[in-house]
């Protein structure tokens, strides 16, 4: 679910959950926009780019995480 808020300045505000921290605080990612559907796009690009990313820089070694047993 994207919530939208009306920024003072005009703009569309939307936050996206990338994920949580080591403590357990979540870790927000924000979108602008000057109109209201453009941040439903715009959260969708940012995911893609977030996981793709992530996909790149996180190794996972597979003696300890088999493909199929994670």
Do not use: W
Request: glycine residues 6%; contains cysteine.
């Amino acid at each position: 679910m994207l919530r939208l808020k009306k920024r003072a300045d005009g703009r569309y505000q939307s936050k996206i959950l990338i994920g949580h921290n080591e403590f357990g605080k979540s870790i927000y990612k924000f979108v602008y926009a000057k109109s209201q559907t453009e941040p439903k796009e715009k959260a969708e690009q940012a995911k893609i780019s977030i996981q793709q990313k992530l996909s790149r820089t996180h190794y996972i070694d597979s003696d300890t995480y088999p493909l199929g047993n994670c």
